[in-house]
């Protein structure tokens, strides 16, 4: 557990808590899917997925390989893929991943393998655009839709779906319930046509904040597991998931005139101490945090972290705070201390979850 130093920290308990939070938001027969693309929000697909599999109803994630590594790892639960290619649909069928299929291309060349595999009711997604205009297929398609799988004994479709484009956005009301609308619409004309129900879902984390009305069968769950709501009064009612920390390498003392790192973008006017911590650009830690504009912890204070960020390190001021070589230095062990680093590097918790590199070890406390 030792051999590596800088680690994201993931709370177990925490998780299930803001599982139970959105459950709390939806009524008791609404289905939970858990996104866990992107290595799990960079939390760790596998290790989320086995903690969590008997807790929810579906997974989902972006790539085919995702979903391989997941089936590889013994995840039973189904998994949805959301952006199959079709060079993977054969390798996707053998890992019993179930496909999203958003355009006539694809659906054309899943029936072709289905047929010539002779598959039987093998669940597949229809993706519906209704305003994100990213993948899915248009209103006017359904018809030829429906022409397509009516008769196909091969495929099955186990949901319906499309996705949200501003579901954070309040101020964009009246276009999300459009498309919510709009959807609504869609799978009434499906619901004619089909012998029997597919599922229906349209809802991320902030769709069931801001639309719970519209959970229709199953709510997609990303973000808001791993802590982060749609504003500041939402992620206080979650729990922090990850932390993120690291030691203290080398501990330097400067003297005046002397710079600091790369470029030598910083010039020391006085005496003074410097650590420097084993984390850098290549892990997540953007080079807009240098040259003082973000800080990290030391035992209870703040260090700025001075000049350039280098691509496996950065260094800190600890001038004023008592320390020692392999202390515990903290980069963010609350939600506020990542939004304020993704303000800093001028993006999104998203993007900062998903950043880290993977040789950052990823531990599952619980
Ligand atoms: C990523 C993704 C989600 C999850 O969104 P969150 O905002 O993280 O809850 C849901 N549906 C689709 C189609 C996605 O791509």
Do not use: W
């Not at 290619?85 to 390798?91: T, V």
């Not at 004619?192 to 129900?197: A, D, G, I």
């Amino acid at each position: 557990m030792n051999n590596h130093v800088t680690f994201l920290e993931i709370d177990g308990k925490s998780l299930k808590y803001n599982l139970d939070y959105f459950k709390n938001k939806i009524e008791n027969d609404t289905k939970i899917l858990l996104v866990v693309k992107a290595f799990g929000y960079g939390c760790d697909a596998i290790k989320i997925a086995k903690y969590l599999e008997n807790d929810i109803d579906y997974f989902a994630v972006a790539y085919t390989d995702e979903g391989i590594t997941l089936r590889k790892a013994g995840i039973k639960k189904p998994i949805l893929v959301f952006h199959p290619q079709i060079p993977n649909l054969y390798l996707l069928i053998a890992h019993q991943l179930e496909p999203t299929l958003y355009s006539f291309k694809i659906l054309n060349a899943f029936l072709e393998i289905a047929d010539s595999k002779l598959l039987l009711n093998y669940p597949i997604h229809i993706k519906l655009n209704t305003g994100l205009n990213r993948i899915g297929f248009s209103h006017n398609d359904v018809p030829m839709i429906l022409s397509n799988l009516t008769a196909n004994s091969h495929v099955k479709i186990a949901s319906l779906f499309s996705h949200l484009a501003a579901s954070e956005d309040l101020e964009e009301k009246e276009f999300t319930t459009n498309q919510i609308n709009n959807f609504a619409v869609i799978v009434k004309q499906f619901y004619k046509h089909l012998t029997y129900r597919p599922l229906v879902h349209i809802l991320n984390t902030s769709g069931v904040v801001n639309y719970p009305q519209a959970q229709f069968d199953m709510v997609r769950l990303g973000i808001g597991l791993y802590g982060f709501g749609n504003d500041k009064k939402e992620t206080n009612q979650l729990k922090n998931v990850v932390s993120l920390k690291s030691i203290i390498s080398q501990i330097h003392t400067i003297q005046p005139g002397e710079s600091i790192g790369y470029n030598r973008a910083f010039t020391s006017n006085k005496l003074m101490r410097t650590a420097t911590v084993p984390i850098g650009h290549a892990d997540g830690i953007s080079r807009k945090l240098g040259n003082t504009n973000h800080t990290v912890m030391v035992n209870g204070k703040k260090a700025p972290i001075i000049g350039n960020v280098c691509m496996d390190m950065i260094m800190i001021d600890v001038t004023n705070i008592d320390c020692n070589e392999t202390d515990e230095v903290i980069i963010f062990n609350s939600q506020e201390m990542l939004l304020e680093m993704a303000t800093k590097a001028e993006t999104i918790s998203y993007e900062i979850l998903t950043g880290f590199s993977n040789r950052i070890k990823r531990l599952l406390k619980y």
